[in-house]
């Protein structure tokens, strides 16, 4: 079992940034960690993901050269970087990971483990 503990957040004018955290208790072979969100009214979609391995990334083309995916593997923990963010970026922004197939991992089922969600708020 995988536990994933999302911090970060939080309200940000348009323009601005903010940075997202995701802890894992365990990483284990061809691991991926992704980042999806939920607009209200909306379905949950794609952000980013990153292999844990290699470091490789993959981004949805609505954050392409606005958000960057890193991790840390000392510590075990993924970030996401949002900068010169949009209203249309307000959503819960929820981290995922699990084995990763080859591709690029973007849809809900690639995904066995599931954080508990944090609120990006972006004013206009």
């Known amino acids: 079992q995988v536990q994933l503990v999302e911090s970060g957040g939080g309200l940000a004018q348009a323009g601005g940034s903010l940075n997202l955290s995701c802890v894992t208790s365990?990483?284990?072979?061809?691991?991926?960690m992704g980042w999806f969100r939920q607009a209200p009214g909306k379905q949950r979609e794609f952000v980013g993901r990153i292999r844990w391995l290699i470091g490789t990334t993959h981004y949805a083309d609505s954050v392409k050269g606005r958000f960057t995916i890193t991790r840390d593997g000392a510590k075990k923990t993924m970030y996401l970087a949002m900068n010169n963010l949009k209203p249309e970026d307000t959503a819960v922004y929820y981290c995922?990971?699990?084995?990763?197939?080859?591709?690029?991992?973007?849809?809900?089922?690639?995904?066995?483990?599931w954080g508990q969600g944090t609120q990006v708020t972006v004013s206009s």
């Open positions: 365990r990483v284990f072979n061809d691991y991926g």
């Open positions: 995922a990971a699990g084995t990763l197939g080859p591709g690029s991992a973007s849809h809900e089922y690639d995904y066995s483990y």
